[in-house]
């Protein structure tokens, strides 16, 4: 079967379309992580069953807010280990959200690109995509990464926190609780392949407009 210009640029879009569409609904949901009490040990204490987003925990069918506020807490009252959360939580929710933007402009450029058939644009887009989604960016000497670093942040994050309990309530006190990531977070890590293959894609189509440039006419 012979592989196209065409049959390229619209994989590449569908890629990107379904990477845009996965992360905002990962964004927008509250399945990040879980956390479960065992059934037979909860008879005698609160049942503690709940799953959070990014920005808001779900309890009991009840949704609160995240009593971690990283902007505007007073990092006065908290410890070393509790700064360095705030400062990931922090991280964390701009880095995806900006992601989130960056990735809706790429689909911007990919379609001027494919549309102009330009070898050029369609490399420097693929390169962009790239960059999104794995190359590092410093904010304020602290490096991150877009989308892989907002995932990769959140599972350090949700593990220190997790060790940060542990800590304070000791491993009996969460004998009974069972964590784990949720779907939000699978949907998150999606959209970072689709992204990873919508680069690659656009890469490919670019070559193969390159050879279709130069390949000689025949009158």
């Not at 079967?1 to 065409?6: K, N, P």
């Not at 996965?22 to 964004?27: D, N, P, R, V």
């Not at 050029?120 to 670093?149: D, E, K």
Request: charged share 10%; aromatic share 10%; with cysteine.
């Amino acid at each position: 079967m012979r592989v196209t210009f065409g049959s390229l640029v619209i994989s590449a879009g569908i890629c990107g379309i379904l990477s845009f569409a996965f992360l905002a609904t990962s964004l927008g949901t509250e399945y990040w992580y879980i956390i479960e009490m065992n059934p037979m040990n909860i008879s005698d204490i609160e049942d503690m069953s709940s799953h959070s987003g990014l920005w808001s925990i779900n309890e009991g069918g009840k949704m609160y807010a995240d009593s971690i506020d990283s902007f505007t807490a007073d990092y006065s009252r908290y410890s070393e280990t509790e700064l360095q959360m705030l400062s990931m939580h922090s991280a964390i929710v701009v880095l995806l959200p900006f992601s989130l933007v960056l990735l809706l402009f790429g689909g911007i450029c990919g379609l001027v690109s494919s549309l102009a058939r330009s070898p050029v644009l369609l490399t420097g887009t693929a390169s962009y995509f790239f960059i999104c989604s794995v190359c590092m960016c410093v904010m304020h000497r602290s490096p991150g990464l877009l989308t892989l670093c907002g995932v990769g942040l959140y599972i350090i994050y949700s593990y220190q926190a997790l060790a940060e309990t542990e800590r304070l309530v000791g491993p009996e006190g969460l004998a009974n609780i069972h964590t784990s990531f949720g779907w939000s977070l699978g949907l998150a890590w999606l959209s970072f392949s689709l992204e990873l293959l919508a680069g690659v894609l656009l890469l490919v189509a670019a070559q193969m407009a390159k050879l279709q440039n130069s390949s000689p006419t025949v009158a």
